[in-house]
């Protein structure tokens, strides 16, 4: 999964929605689309938590 990059959820989700269309050619079934979205808002999460981190801070 690439870096979302996004902003918001919503904006990751819909540019992970495209591009799944650019690159398999065909809109995803159900089945993908959960799969995609799960794994775009996990990956959009990890990074905003990285971003409100600073790099090398323990716990």
């Known amino acids: 999964m690439p ?3 996004a ?4 904006e990751a989700c819909h540019e992970a929605l495209e591009h799944f ?3 398999h050619h065909h ?3 159900a089945h993908e689309k959960a799969r ?6 996990a990956e959009w999460e990890h ?3 990285a971003a409100s ?3 090398g801070a323990t716990a």
């Open 3 to 5: 870096h979302t990059h």
């Open 21 to 23: 269309e650019a690159e």
């Open 7 to 10: 902003a918001t959820k919503a």
């Open 53 to 55: 981190h600073p790099a």
């Open 47 to 49: 990074e905003e938590v």
């Open 27 to 29: 809109a995803p079934d």
């Open 36 to 41: 995609l979205l799960s794994a775009t808002v």
